[in-house]
């Protein structure tokens, strides 16, 4: 069987994949990083939003060989180093932005690329930007308000910083 190699939240791993093995199941059954969730399998859900190389990508519609020496990250990376929620995690906390949680991890994958992207963006960039990412239980108001208070948070930590 072939192996492959990435580097994943930050830390070189590899692994035995068969040639079909999406990058979704090896992140989630190869290396127990279940916060990347299946939803539909047909890429259309966005539960399984993950970062290749900077770019936020479907996990189920990328098979893990694709990814040999690809820099990774899942929404475990999101967390601060000491574990505590990032800014886009706690955000979404803040304001509600969440439900059952299920496509949580999605949305705040898409909204990290969103805000690396644009770190000003309007509530129709925003709702735009989710257009691949289902939720089935919230009107989306809450993620976009969830989304728009990481921008400013982000934008306030920059400044700060400067």
């Known amino acids: 069987m072939p192996s492959v190699s990435m580097v994943v939240n930050g830390k070189?791993?590899?692994?035995?994949?068969?040639?079909?093995t999406l990058l979704v199941e090896f992140l989630r059954e190869?290396?127990?990083l279940t916060g990347t969730?299946?939803?539909?399998d047909?890429?259309?859900?966005?539960?399984?939003?993950?970062?290749?190389?900077?770019a936020s990508v479907k996990a189920c519609s990328v098979l893990a060989m694709a990814?040999?020496?690809?820099?990774?990250?899942?929404?475990?990376?999101?967390?601060?180093?000491?574990?505590?929620l990032g800014v886009i995690q706690q955000a979404f906390q803040d304001n509600h932005g969440l439900q059952c949680g299920f496509c949580?991890?999605?949305?705040?994958?898409?909204?990290?690329?969103?805000?690396?992207?644009n770190p000003n963006p309007t509530e129709h960039e925003v709702r735009?930007?989710?257009?691949?990412?289902i939720c089935r239980c919230t009107g989306y108001h809450n993620i976009v308000k969830?989304?728009?208070?990481?921008?400013?948070?982000?934008?306030?930590?920059?400044?700060?910083?400067?």
């Open 12 to 20: 070189a791993v590899s692994g035995e994949v068969e040639g079909r």
């Open 30 to 32: 190869g290396l127990g």
């Open 37 to 40: 969730h299946v939803g539909c």
């Open 42 to 54: 047909t890429s259309q859900c966005g539960a399984c939003v993950v970062h290749m190389n900077g």
């Open 67 to 84: 990814a040999e020496g690809a820099e990774i990250r899942t929404i475990e990376g999101m967390a601060n180093p000491d574990g505590s």
């Open 104 to 117: 949580t991890p999605g949305m705040v994958m898409s909204a990290a690329d969103l805000l690396q992207t």
């Open 128 to 133: 735009d930007w989710l257009e691949g990412n």
């Open 146 to 162: 969830s989304i728009l208070a990481a921008a400013a948070t982000l934008r306030g930590e920059k400044i700060a910083a400067e």
